[in-house]
């Protein structure tokens, strides 16, 4: 590819840096040499720590490299990164909103730091309102926007000036499937209009298969990089669904193959199946498979980018380990579960027309509904819908201003304190102290619960060895990696034992390697008699639950299995399930019919 032709061209980049704290030298990027043509949409996949956004900041200009040549545009960004910075756009993960300015006092502000003119100010505003929705919400304040909103207008604020190359660092996380969608058709009208290159960094890689090139980068390195297409032969030939009895939840089959871990090298509940990948040396047919099977009907299907990227990541891994992979550890039964105060057969969470009101607005309108022991229930809803609203409520972070409220036998409304004793909570950044140690969290955190002395350092071996943290114990947490936070952010909130466990998306950004691992925990606390409450924007996890509620302004629109919801979205209940087809349906004709109602309120007016 020539340099005219090539709008980034990156070769032997190398970069490092020195933690303050400890002194270590961190490799944060070794070697990477790249070429991404003009015009053309590219992603940067990869878990945590392996140097996306890192390069993202080098091709900005806003980091130096320590050896190699980046060039931009056929400009050396280390000789002139001003140059660069005047000619492209860059989205970091969180962009720097002003909340109390309204929509359009950030355009405005954003447009005076880039020095654009008055006159061309005045068609690309009207652009970037018609392709984002925001049209009507120009003088709402940015802090009263959803999360989807909030996404858009930092797009927008970062394209108030015409680039010739846009840099997206992980803009869709924490977006509802809808917002998601919405998002990518703003991108996609830009690169085609305007004749963009658009690099993005994702950790979805349904994402990355809309993009012409892919590149996929495990600790600082490119481990392979191609179109969607040729990445995904990795997988070829070992691609199969199973699928069995439509009653029971996939992950009980996924679990049990992914424990496998000599046959099968990655499994997910997918459309009502399981979607499995094998490793070359095991066949379909072998005896050993079917045994886990149990006769569920097994078809042969097409290998997806996410299938090529988990058996380079496997590959990768099994490499480094020079070990076999091994399952992940099922957690063991509580060893002295607390007395439960609920008769036989009765709900852990019971909620009847549960309202809260904030002033005049209503965010959560007459909600009903109970969850089980061990059941796992989903919490879904866009942005705004008033699902967190609800999840806090269930947590006793939140009073509700009507309606009756019981977790674990007791009355949230007149003892709060009591029924937080035995629930735990994990949020989506997991609440951990960056400057503690594992162990000091540990401690803190159990303190925070009641646990003391013996009773104490008993949990803490428990969690350690169940969450994989020995030899952890004096990092500090912020310098772990993202999956380990997240499995220590799990040994916190599952410390004092507790019969609820509320989940805030916990896997949002999270790469298919933490996802897995992360739900074969869940689905093995579940086996426990734990109630898990899951809120969550990635709707594949939506299969993982027993059951899962639809909320949209405040309203519940949609209960039950995922298979009962995939039919109130009026499709047929044999057809193969889709559930961010089935959740983007329900919210839409809900919508709808919103509208139609107030027509006929005014037409009737």
């Keep these: 590819m020539s340099s005219a032709s ?25 070697d990477i040499h790249l070429a991404i043509p003009r015009g053309t949409l590219c992603a940067f996949v990869g878990p945590d720590g392996s140097g996306k956004t890192t390069l993202l900041r080098l091709m900005a200009g806003l980091l130096r490299v320590d050896a190699g040549t980046i060039d931009m545009l056929g400009v050396d960004v280390r000789r002139d990164p001003q140059q660069i910075q005047d000619r492209i756009s860059y989205m970091p993960q969180r962009f720097g909103l002003y909340e109390d300015l309204s929509v359009q006092e950030n355009l405005d502000l954003y447009a005076d730091l880039h020095g654009v003119a008055a006159e061309a100010r005045v068609q690309r505003y009207q652009r970037l309102m018609d392709i984002t929705g925001l049209a009507r919400f120009t003088n709402r ?38 917002s998601r969608v919405e998002l990518w058709e703003i991108v996609e009208q830009l690169r085609r209009d305007e004749q963009l290159t658009v690099i993005i960094s994702t950790a979805y890689l349904d994402e990355a298969q809309r993009c012409a090139q892919v590149y996929v980068m495990h600790e600082g390195e490119v481990l392979a990089h191609g179109t969607p297409e040729s990445l995904s032969q990795h997988a070829c030939g070992r691609c199969f669904t199973a699928s069995g009895d439509s009653r029971a939840p996939g992950r009980i089959l996924q679990s049990q193959l992914l424990d496998a871990v000599d046959m099968v090298i990655d499994a997910v509940p997918l459309g009502g199946a399981v979607r499995f990948v094998l490793n070359e040396a095991t066949a379909p047919d072998a005896a050993p498979l079917h045994a886990i099977l149990k006769g569920a009907r097994i078809e042969a ?13 496997r590959a990768k891994l099994q490499h ?14 509580r060893a002295s579960p607390a007395p439960d105060p609920l008769a036989a057969g009765g709900a852990m969470i019971e909620v009847r027309d549960l309202v809260r009101k904030f002033d005049d607005f209503v965010a959560v309108n007459s909600t009903s509904f109970a969850v089980s022991r061990g059941e796992i229930f989903g919490l879904l809803g866009p942005n705004g819908a008033g699902k967190t609203t609800t999840f806090r409520m269930l947590c006793g972070l939140l009073p509700a201003t009507s309606g009756f409220l019981q977790v674990a036998g007791v009355n949230l409304r007149t003892a709060r304190a009591d029924a937080r004793r035995r629930i735990g909570y994990v949020s989506q950044k997991f609440s951990l102290y960056g400057n503690l140690s594992v162990l000091e969290n540990l401690e803190f955190f159990g303190g925070a619960y009641g646990l003391r002395g013996k009773r104490l350092r008993e949990r803490i071996d428990t969690v350690l060895e169940q969450f994989e943290l020995r030899g952890l114990e004096r990092t500090p947490s912020g310098h772990l990696p993202g999956g380990f936070k997240q499995r220590l952010g799990m040994a916190v909130g599952l410390l004092h034992e507790p019969d609820i466990l509320f989940l805030d998306e916990p896997t949002s950004g999270t790469d298919p390697l933490a996802r897995r691992e992360f739900w074969r925990r869940i689905t093995s606390l579940a086996d426990t008699g734990v109630t898990i409450i899951i809120t969550t924007h990635f709707l594949e996890e939506a299969e993982y639950c027993d059951r899962i509620l639809i909320q949209d302004a405040g309203e519940l629109k949609a209960l039950g299995t995922p298979r009962d919801v995939w039919v109130q979205a009026g499709h047929s209940a044999t057809s193969s399930l889709n559930m961010e087809r089935a959740f983007i349906d329900i919210v839409q004709q809900s919508r709808q019919a919103e509208i139609l109602r107030n027509a006929e309120v005014a037409h009737g007016a």
């Design 320 to 333: 480094a380990a020079a070990e076999p992979r091994s399952a992940v550890p099922r957690l063991a039964a």
């Design 6 to 30: 090539a709008a980034v061209r990156i070769e032997g980049v190398h970069k490092r840096f020195v933690d303050k704290e400890s002194g270590r030298t961190i490799v944060a990027l070794r």
């Design 301 to 313: 299907e097409a290998p997806r980018l996410e299938d090529g990227f988990m058996v380079l990541m």
């Design 141 to 178: 304040p940015a802090g009263k926007l959803s999360g989807g909103m909030k996404q858009k207008l930092g797009l927008a604020c970062t394209l108030v000036r015409s680039p010739e190359l846009l840099l997206l660092d992980e803009p869709t996380v924490g977006v509802d499937p809808l």
